[in-house]
Each structure stands twice: as structure tokens, then as C-alpha cells.
């Protein structure tokens, strides 16, 4: 089974600077999806980026930028320009794309971020 | 709206209680979720249905029952509730791809005391 492993409980950054939230899976599939949700305090789950392991162009979002190395299986967001408004928890999440798997989403323990004024 | 909406938002109910939570997408999607949400925040699934056919039950105790009367609807029942089922419940839909993202419900914060 696939895992999801966010090594990092909490992280903290000052406004506008940058931060950088790890992320590493284990699988021995070889195509699949990874995600990037945000939970601000109203928990609401917001989908931040996705990934696809077939393409080896990492994915952006505006000041969302991951850094996707498969060999290494690491899948790491980097926030650029932090806001206070980013300050939420991160979740790190993985989809399979075989049937039996492919029915959901895995998730990491997710990172905390606090943006500093 | 166009959302995956879910209610009731908060649930406070004694022990023993039998409880259900509805969800409704209406965004044409074939698959729908239940994730449970921890105190440590960690999100787990506990079921996916395409199409109203349960796909995946991941070891969750049969007194949580999921019902799907049709594909934009999947209400979770749950009998005999017990402390350990505090949680926030999280209702998602998304497309049978799977590169297609799970849009998810606001949540519903069961309190069992």
C-alpha cells in the first residue's frame, strides 16, 4: 500500500519570504497523481497543486511551485512571497492510477504552517 | 453553487445514538467519499462509491453504514455512536480519472459525549 510521509508537524515562515513543506511517498507503481491541499482554520479543504509522475515539468500555481524528484520520491511545495492568508495546514496526498487504488486519495499527517507578521 | 455540500455542519449527541450525515455534489461526478478527520488532523478514507457501487471500505466498523440513493447523493448512518467516533467527517466527489482532484464538503464535526 501507498504512503504518504510529511516529516515536518509544524513549519514557520515571515511574511513575503519563502518556505518550503517536504513531502516523500513510498509506491512501486510507476504513473500516478500527487496533490497539495491547504486546510485554513474554517477546515475547508483547498486543492493548492497537482502533479502528474509522468511529467518531469514541476508543476506551479502562482506563488505555489512544487519540486518533483520520482526517483527519489519526493514530492516538496515550495510557497514564494508567504501571506498571512497562507497560513493553514498542508496536506501531501497521493492517487494511484491502477483500479483498487485509484478510488482514493492518500494522504500525508500534514505540516502547519504559521505565517509571521 | 456548484460545491459538494454537506450537513449537518456541527453534530453534538450522546452515546449509544444513531446519527446520519447527508452530502450532495452537483458537479457531475461519478465518485463520491467519506474521509474521516482525527483529533492529530490526519485524514483517512473511510469509503468510496462510483456510481452508487461501494468500491472501497477500509476497515471501518459496521455500525457506519453508507447509503447512495443516486451518484450526486452519499449520506453516512452511523448506529451506537461511540466516544471514539468524534471526528470531523469530510464528504468528497470527484471524476472516475485519477488526475482528477476530490472536491470536498466544509465538513461536519461530530461530538459524541
Known sequence: ?117 | DTAVSQTPKYLVTQMGNDKSIKCEQNLGHDTMYWYKQDSKKFLKIMFSYNNKELIINETVPNRFSPKSPDKAHLNLHINSLELGDSAVYFCASSQVAPNSPLHFGNGTRLTVT
Not at chain 1, 504513473?31 to 497539495?36: I, K, N, Q, S, V
Not at chain 1, 506563488?63 to 508567504?82: M, P
Request: charged share 20%.
Open chain 1, 1 to 117: 500500500a501507498q504512503t504518504v510521509t510529511q516529516s515536518q508537524p509544524e513549519m514557520s515562515v515571515q511574511e513575503a519570504e519563502t518556505v518550503t513543506l517536504s513531502c516523500t511517498y513510498d509506491t512501486s507503481e510507476s504513473d500516478y497523481y500527487l496533490f497539495w491541499y491547504k486546510q485554513p482554520p474554517s477546515r475547508q479543504m483547498i486543492l493548492v497543486i497537482r502533479q502528474e509522475a509522468y511529467k518531469q515539468q514541476n508543476a506551479t500555481e502562482n506563488r505555489f511551485s512544487v519540486n518533483f524528484q520520482k526517483a527519489a520520491k519526493s514530492f516538496s511545495l515550495k510557497i514564494s512571497d508567504s501571506q498571512l492568508g497562507d497560513a493553514a495546514m498542508y496536506f501531501c496526498a497521493y492517487r494511484s492510477t491502477t483500479q483498487g487504488g485509484s478510488e482514493k486519495l492518500v494522504f500525508g499527517k500534514g505540516t502547519k504552517l504559521t505565517v509571521n507578521p
